[in-house]
């Protein structure tokens, strides 16, 4: 069962200037800060009461571990006093955001909003819609739907082509030949103008969203004479070097079950271990880096990740629970403690290290028996000939278990 959503009271409406809660969620979790550190600072230490915003388009029914790395910024926003703005984008969400290989699939109102169902409520696990600073909730077709087309060519005028070909999915689709529609131009001036329609002082989005915001941020000045600051926090990535969402089939949604969410987190690399502490949890990360330093099994450090992040979405009995049911499933597959270690470059390709550790006798062998489904790396099947032993991002030191059929071995990079 998922945990019932609470609602978290702020308890006062005083902005904290602490420089030590200031400096903390400047500094965690944020990839970059725009125009920069100084500008922010000077804001956030001012005493006055600032307004940032996430827009999320609902291009799918739920939210997922992805989101909640915004979330959890927002919410430490609010409770610094501030005001936080959720923003659902269910006019966006019908052009599409622009996708690196292809025009992305226009929706419906309809469907856009029966997507955004949910979202407030799961949300609310962050966010305090209601109490003494209460998170506003707002969707961008109040003043999209309003404009009309003279208004469109005018904010069309503030930005160039050139501008808009700085972005790497349109250079990659020209470079491909591949075609960029004229409707796809009008995505991030449309997510931009949501600013300068709300007249906010900052937005917050994953880091691939930073092209899309910076527009938000040309437009308020252009328009509105006013600095916004821009907050695009890290992402975290998968075992083959892509984010983790709806568009690269590997979520881990909200609505996922205890056991579900469990079993994915320990299903990634011991590379991805520090930056699901940094991003999904409060633990210090010195303590996470001396453990890893140690020689401490990177297993057990992971199993603690996955207990911290189950528990805050179920509960600790559920999390728990579902510790336990991994433990007995992990130890039923009876993999012996003695595995044949084999160390490998990290530059490897996954056909290659077949290869060189035996389990495949030649390069066609290896090939066949990844498109059988029959490779398992760290629980994941390997679906892809051309994977890359470096997508999770491994670091020196790094352990991995390989299993093609009943062959097992324990692969460690140097």
């Keep these: 069962m998922f945990k019932k959503f609470t609602k978290k009271s702020i308890g006062h409406t005083r902005v904290v200037t602490d420089p030590e809660k200031v400096q903390a969620f400047m500094n965690r979790g944020i990839e970059k800060i725009y125009p920069n550190d100084g500008f922010l600072l000077k804001r956030l230490s001012s005493g006055e009461k600032l307004s940032m915003y996430l827009g999320i388009d609902p291009t799918g029914p739920t939210l997922h571990l992805g989101h909640s790395i915004a979330l959890k910024k927002m919410a430490e926003f609010q409770k610094l006093g501030h005001k936080a703005i959720l923003l659902i984008g269910d006019f966006t969400a019908q052009i599409g955001d622009p996708d690196k290989s292809s025009v992305r699939k226009q929706l419906t109102h ?21 109490g003494p600073n209460p998170a506003e909730l707002r969707y961008n077709s109040e003043w ?18 050139q501008q808009m070909l700085e972005r790497d999915m349109f250079r990659k689709r020209l470079a491909g030949n591949k075609p960029i529609y004229l409707h796809e131009f009008m995505y991030p ?21 930073t092209f899309n915001m910076l527009v938000g941020r040309t437009l308020m ?10 907050l695009p926090v890290k992402l975290l990535t998968d075992t083959s070097g892509s984010k983790m969402g709806k568009t690269t089939n590997n979520m881990l949604s909200f609505l996922d079950s205890a056991q579900e969410k469990y079993g994915k987190i320990m299903s990634w690399t011991d590379g991805m271990i520090l930056p699901g502490f940094e991003l999904l949890t409060d633990e210090p990360l010195r303590d996470i880096e001396q453990r890893l330093a140690s020689g401490e099994n990177p297993r057990d450090i992971k199993m603690n990740l996955a207990l911290l992040v189950t528990a805050f979405y179920h509960g600790a009995e559920e999390a728990k629970a579902a510790q336990n049911a991994f433990t007995t499933q992990f130890s039923k597959q009876e993999i012996p403690e003695d ?13 290659e290290v077949l290869k060189k550790t035996g389990l495949a006798k030649s390069n066609n062998e290896a090939k066949r028996k990844i498109q059988e489904g029959a490779v398992v790396l760290d629980g994941n099947k390997i679906k ?18 390989l299993k093609l059929g009943r062959k097992i071995i324990k692969l460690k990079f140097k």
Excluded: C, H
């Design 189 to 209: 001036l449309m997510q931009g103008y949501d600013a300068v329609a709300m007249d906010v002082d900052g937005e917050i989005g994953g880091n691939d969203q």
């Design 221 to 230: 000045k252009d328009m509105s004479n006013k600095e916004k600051f821009v």
């Design 110 to 130: 309809a469907e856009v909003l029966e997507n955004a169902r949910l979202y407030k409520e799961q949300a609310s696990l962050f966010l305090d819609f209601d």
């Design 384 to 401: 892809s000939i051309t994977f890359k032993m470096s997508g999770g991002k491994p670091q020196k030191g790094d352990t991995v278990i």
């Design 339 to 351: 595995l044949p270690e084999v160390v490998i470059n990290e530059d490897l390709g996954i056909v």
């Design 144 to 161: 999209s739907d309003l404009m009309k087309f003279a208004d469109v060519l005018n904010l069309a005028s503030k930005m160039t082509v």
